[in-house]
Nanobody, 125 residues
Framework: QVQLVESGGGLVQAGGSLRLSCAAS????????MGWFRQAPGKDREYVAA????????YYADSVKGRFTISRDNAKSTVYLKMNSLKPEDTAVYYC??????????????????WGKGTLVTVSS
């Protein structure tokens, strides 16, 4: 089992920035590709970004490309999501995810093995 705990969410004005963190425990962190998803009220959970086991490869949804950056620190068993130029449409609960498949495969929710409980990000206009 892998336990994932997100932090760093909150209220921010449009154009602002936030950094989310996800601390992992349980199995060997570097054995898993990691990712972030989000779910807005009344909408399905959607893919945001993913990072390979080594951190050498990153992938993004088109809606966040150029604004969000995913990174990881395997020594700290933590994955991050730096969010810049936030928009009201970025408002959602953000979930950390771990997958034993490739990071590229994580654009499909079915590739995810473990989920965190989420952290709320609210962007005001």
């Amino acid at each position: 089992q892998v336990q994932l705990v997100e932090s760093g969410g909150g209220l921010v004005q449009a154009g602002g920035s936030l950094r989310l963190s996800c601390a992992a425990s349980g199995r060997t962190f570097s054995n898993y590709a990691m990712g972030w998803f989000r779910q807005a009220p009344g909408k399905d959970r959607e893919y945001v970004a993913a990072i390979s086991r080594s951190g050498g490869s990153t992938y993004y949804a088109d809606s966040v490309k150029g604004r969000f950056t995913i990174s990881r620190d395997n020594a700290k068993s933590t994955v991050y999501l730096k969010m810049n130029s936030l928009k009201p449409e970025d408002t959602a609960v953000y979930y950390c995810a771990a997958a034993s498949y490739t990071a590229q495969a994580m654009s499909n929710k079915r590739a995810v093995d473990y989920w965190g409980k989420g952290t709320l990000v609210t962007v005001s206009s």
